[in-house]
């Protein structure tokens, strides 16, 4: 049985802070950086970067808060965000002058009015200096003369690097077995060796590259120092001697760690959080994630509770201190894109359970811990993902069954059947893919071994197929129509594919949307890839490439394929929109004739205005995907192999590009740029979650349901696919509900199926959390590639989490 | 002349049906039931034929659609009802009301209803439609799932039944029979070889009182539930228990006393608490009011599970 233990005082004190603190926005990151780049224009590519995080490490003030045992902190005070200038700011200057950032409903800051006026007199110099305005002059220049408007590529003309890299897994087992103490060294006798030999040919590319990783190392060592040297500081004042006992094994933590291989538990979980926030400090606070904890952490602590030097309850108190540093790092983002990754989230995805590189079951005391900290700590940040094998034990089904309806949608379900096939389609061989995890929302990789950048470029990397689609049927002009635009768009952005009132047959419509996918398909991996081309020098990436797995051998950045293994990710959204479109076009026009395509055009040119009674048909009697009625389901297959196909066949500098279908909420906020679809959607509704079909459309129940999503191959997917369900949680009551929900997991796996989230809550008690916020702080949800507190997450948002069926009986 | 087809009438087919017997089951639901139990929550279930609904929240109101519901009707049966708010726009809608009295079932206005506030239930399906349908979830009838033939009262579409029950077990798949057992004995001597398990209803032991409120005696029931027993077939025993009719600690007594009777025939008894899910169900198909009652408490459902397990019977509570 899985039962939740006691919370310890301060771990409850603590977590009360986390959930009653208003964030604020710390200025000392951005202080730092801002006078290191004003005064360092001659410093460019890795050694500016390497450079530029180590004056962080020695200079970012220390915050140890009260209680705290796992410490390291961007700033000065608790659930403070850091400003990352270097990717992406125009945004944030423009927020900052309007002063809304305090203002808005979704996700506010408070900044001091002594920070804000530095920002404001500084800001500018970040005006040319962004990662954005330098890929801005780097675009395709077909893309900059012909495409701009099509609506299907996030690429546009300008701020084309809206976020950093981030989604990538660093090499834990390094961190802690090896300590960036031996990894200097290493880097040092690489630099001895090829001082003597000359710097000969191209090796001085390699040379810059150790110069960097001696540098970042260095770095991350005198931090952890610094920070041994304030627990030291707090320990001598501090009156309570169990307190001072702790501070002072904190402090020899802290001094021995990140310089030297970990000793036991505690030195291994402040490891790999420190470790963690270095690679936040350097700016990559975007779904970031900690890959396998349970695998990297099991061994210490099953050593140091055989030695009996730890007690069960303690290592789970400093697991549950560890869950709350996580959840307590966020990051300001535009207004606008809070609407994606709602509720203060950074997305830190820890991995549990699956196989180990044999094939056995991984499982170890450290994966039930993990479940523990979430669901007694009703946690939805860090997310957890649980890897599931045929040999995965009826207690950890249980353990996570029973967490995912404590802390809902925690962890993810995924399933090693499907995923490590689909790794080992992009190249990876078995035993490498066996020791995949999670990155970001749901995108499987190995991280620490393979840079599989799977959240691409980040918010560029999503292409819009549902808009992809209207283009294929509107001679490849996007018919977006903005709030007073009286004529209809006329500009050109895709191929001429002719008008669907042209077409007369189901072939004709497929072909069309080939064409579009294809296209772009191809534009969206060029624009990837120029991006990437100005990444990969200006963003290198040392205290990444310090730990992962043949970059130092190679001696390159992970940023210019110096990783064992290379892939880049990419994600469609509004799969369930064409699939079904598809099918109402065929049923319609071509199978009932009920109307001809000229009337479906025009209902869908004119937003269902005097077609009503056609919306009608459409949402009422048209046999719909998500039903198990193979009719309806019958260009599933078409639209999610026409997309993946086309994206796995592009190249990029480092690799090939990998399909996923994840929407974290970016289908509600596509949705309000893409016009009318033929599904019933009108201009402005959210696009479909995941593979799931339109909101609303599924009746049949879960079964059915999971009978649709199964019609196409998920492992062509490699970079992820999202399903979402929502049960009542009446129907899911006792061990033989639990068994009973595992049963349908299990089977939807067998089948093929990737990934399931879950929601065991019902519409009814969402929608009294919408009236009543108050009785609901600690509900938590799972939205997309997020779980978020309910309350917390935007409205648009909360009414598309409700409309998804609830499936049950 | 053309051989008439075999065909069975359905209101529903349910997947993921975790309430009707073991693991994850398909249920067929079949339309018609001799009895009339107050508190069913199926109501749509007890008519043996075609019945019109209507759902006011699918409703898109008569200026939507213009009026083509009240236009289709040759009995003018639907009227303008009530209105609406509708939870998306915030706008009055005006909706309709079914006559009931003038309706007569005929679907004319299900036809024009494009958003299906109004639709005919009941839906015939032959035998292998049928099949085929639950067919089609059978990798998911794990943990000793399957399909489950439910009602109405199944046995009273007896020939249509078997035929499936029968074809279901050629294809091996795990069957359950949802039944009141107020049928004739040879009906369930036929299907008995092709039926996994009954789950079985008891409502009173008391014949006069089971008579006064669901409008049928209980001999037949009993002496059928004996019978399946002496056959050596399998039941789980479910007795909804509804306030004022049948929850007294005396009637459990004796439903304990009865189970035991039957022995290893038994495999679970499930106490179903009243539950009042079903009273907006009655609205779809009728004006008539319809009696509701307060559910029975958690720890009241407690004692009356403590009572049979006096008698060593295996219960639990749904």
């Given amino acids: 049985m899985f039962e939740l233990k006691p919370v310890s005082d301060r771990v409850q004190k603590i977590r009360q802070k986390y959930r009653t603190t208003r964030p604020r926005i710390d200025i000392n990151r951005y202080r730092l950086v801002t006078e290191f780049y004003m005064n360092n224009p001659q410093l460019t590519g890795i050694l500016k970067r390497a450079k530029n995080l180590r004056n962080i490490f ?8 009260e209680d705290e045992v796992i410490v390291g902190w961007v700033g000065t005070s608790y659930r403070c965000c850091a400003l990352y200038p270097e990717t992406s700011f125009n945004w944030f200057m423009k927020e900052l002058r309007a002063g809304t950032i305090p203002l808005r409903e979704q996700d506010p800051y408070d900044i001091d009015p002594e920070d804000e006026k530095y920002v404001l007199e500084t800001g500018d110099f970040w005006d040319k200096n962004q990662m954005s305005a330098i890929v801005d002059e780097y675009m395709p220049r077909y893309h900059r003369d012909n495409m701009i408007g099509n609506g299907v590529l996030f690429f546009g003309a300008k701020d084309n690097c809206q976020s950093p890299v981030g989604h990538f897994v660093a090499n834990f087992w390094n961190a802690t077995q090896k300590g960036f103490g031996a990894i200097r060294d290493e880097a040092r006798d690489y630099m001895a060796k090829l001082e003597e030999e000359g710097l000969q040919g ?26 041994a040297r304030e627990a030291e500081r707090l320990a001598a004042i501090e009156e309570n001697p169990e307190r001072k006992a702790e501070l002072l094994r904190m402090a ?74 996580v959840a307590e790092c966020n990051k300001v983002w535009s207004e606008g894109a809070t609407k994606s990754g709602p509720g203060y989230t950074s997305g830190q995805l820890m991995t549990l359970g699956g196989v180990d590189a044999e094939g056995n079951d991984a499982t170890n005391p450290v994966t039930y811990m993990m479940l523990q900290s979430s669901a007694r700590l009703v946690l939805h940040d860090p997310p957890q993902a649980l890897r599931i094998h045929e040999g995965t034990p009826d207690e950890l089904w249980e353990a996570a069954i029973e ?147 043949g970059c130092m051998d190679n001696g390159k950045d992970v940023q210019c394929g110096g990783a064992r293994y290379n892939s880049t990710g990419n994600s469609c959204i509004g799969l369930g929109n064409v699939a079904d479109s598809l099918n109402i076009i065929n049923y319609l026009c071509f199978e009932t004739k009920k109307c001809t395509t000229r009337e479906l055009y025009d209902a869908i040119m004119n937003n269902w205005e ?51 279908c994840y929407p974290v909420t970016a289908n509600v906020i596509f949705g309000w740029f893409t016009w009318t679809t033929p599904d019933g959607r009108k201009v402005g509704d959210p696009l479909t979650d995941g593979i799931s079909n339109v909101q609303g459309m599924d009746k049949n129940g879960p079964v059915s349901f999971l009978n649709s999503v199964l019609n196409f191959d998920q492992s062509l997917y490699g970079n992820g696919t999202l399903c979402n369900m929502k049960f009542h949680p009446t129907s899911l009551r006792g061990a033989e509900g639990n068994m009973k929900l595992r049963s349908i997991m299990e089977t939807y796996f067998e089948e093929g199926g990737m990934e399931l989230q879950l929601n065991i809550v019902s519409s009814d008690t969402l929608r009294d959390a919408q009236k009543h916020p108050e009785n609901y702080k600690d509900l938590v949800v799972r939205v997309a590639g997020f779980s978020a507190y309910f309350v917390e997450v935007f409205k648009g948002c909360q009414d598309d989490l409700i409309a998804r069926t609830e499936l049950a009986l | 002349m053309e051989e008439k087809v075999l065909t069975g009438k359905l209101y529903d087919i349910q997947g993921f049906s975790v309430q009707d017997g073991p693991g994850i089951r398909t249920t067929a639901f079949l339309k018609g039931c001799p009895l009339r139990c107050p508190w069913c929550h199926s109501p749509e279930s007890q008519s043996y034929e075609d019945q019109l609904s209507w759902i006011s929240m699918r409703c898109q109101g008569v200026d939507a659609c213009d009026s083509r519901c009240i236009k289709a009707c040759p009995k003018g049966a639907i009227e303008l009802g009530g209105t609406r ?103 369930i001597e036929r299907i008995l070889p092709y039926t996994d398990l009954f789950l079985y209803d008891l409502k009173h032991m008391d014949s ?48 304990a006393e009865f189970c035991k009777e039957l022995g290893d025939a038994v495999t679970v008894i499930q106490l179903l608490p009243y539950h009042n899910m079903g009273v907006s169900k009655y609205m779809r198909i009728s004006d008539k009011p319809v009696a509701e009652a307060t559910p029975p408490s958690d720890a009241y459902m407690q004692k009356l599970k403590g009572i049979m397990e006096e008698y060593g019977l295996p219960v639990t509570i749904h």
Avoid at chain 1, 58 to 65: A, H, M, Y
Avoid at chain 2, 135 to 144: A, E, N, P, S, V
Avoid at chain 2, 233 to 241: D, E, F, L
């Fill in chain 2, 208 to 255: 006069e009182k089971h008579k006064a409120v669901v409008a049928v005696p209980n001999e037949p029931i009993l002496e059928n539930a004996r019978k399946i027993a002496a056959a050596g077939g399998k039941m789980q025993v479910r007795i909804p228990v509804i306030p004022m009719f049948n929850h007294d600690e005396e009637n459990i007594r004796k439903t």
């Fill in chain 1, 610 to 660: 005097g077609y009503e009674e056609l919306r009608q048909i459409i949402n009422g009697e048209v046999p719909r995907y998500g039903n198990g009625i193979a009719s309806a389901d019958q260009f599933v297959e078409f639209t999610a192999h026409t997309y993946a196909e086309a994206i796995n066949r592009h190249t990029g500098p480092r690799g090939g590009f990998s399909a996923g």
């Fill in chain 2, 85 to 187: 708010l509708d939870a998306k726009t915030m706008e009055e809608l005006q909706i309709i009301h079914v006559n009931r009295d003038l309706c007569d079932n005929c679907g004319k206005c299900a036809e024009v209803c494009h958003p299906q506030a109004l639709y005919i239930c009941g839906k015939d399906y032959t035998v292998e439609e049928l099949v085929q349908r639950l067919l089609q979830d059978r990798k998911f009838f794990k943990m000793g799932g399957g399909v489950t033939i439910s009602g109405g009262e199944c046995l009273t579409q007896p020939e249509f039944t078997y035929q499936v029950l029968k074809r279901l077990k050629e294809e091996g798949i795990n069957t359950a029979v949802d039944t009141t057992g107020f049928c004739k004995w040879e009906i």
């Fill in chain 1, 202 to 227: 191209d090796t001085i590319f390699k040379y810059n590259f150790y110069r960097a990783i001696d540098i970042v190392c260095q770095g991350i060592i005198n931090w952890s120092k610094r920070y």
């Fill in chain 1, 58 to 65: 020695e200079n970012l003030p220390v915050l140890i808060n």
């Fill in chain 1, 403 to 549: 967490c995912t309806k404590k802390a809902g949608g925690v962890p993810t379900f995924e399933s090693d059947r499907v995923i490590i096939p689909a790794l080992m389609k992009r190249g990876l061989p078995l035993e490498v893919a066996r020791n995949y995890c999670l990155h970001g929302c749901v995108e499987p990789g190995v991280g620490g071994y393979e840079w599989c950048q799977p959240g691409g470029t980040g918010t560029e990397s999503y292409l819009n197929i549902a808009n992809a689609f209207l283009l294929a049927i509107n001679n490849g002009i996007n018919p977006m129509r903005w709030p007073g635009m009286e004529e209809a768009p006329s500009k050109q952005t895709g191929p001429a594919t002719g008008y669907l009132y042209e077409m007369t047959s189901m072939d004709q419509v497929l072909e069309a949307v080939k064409t579009q996918f294809d296209f772009f398909c191809k534009w969206q991996c060029a624009c990837i890839n120029a991006w990437e081309s100005m990444s990969s020098f200006h963003m290198n990436l040392p205290m990444i490439s310090a730990t992962m797995d």
């Fill in chain 1, 252 to 325: 020899d933590t802290l001094d021995w760690i990140m310089e030297h291989p970990c000793r036991n538990f505690h030195d291994a979980v402040q490891c790999i959080y420190l470790y963690q926030m270095g690679m936040i400090l350097d700016g990559q606070l975007h779904g970031i994630s900690y890959g396998r904890v349970d695998q990297y952490l099991g061994h210490y602590y099953e050593q140091d509770i055989a030695n009996g030097t730890i007690t069960p309850e303690y290592a789970q108190e400093i697991l549950d201190l560890f869950y709350l540093k």
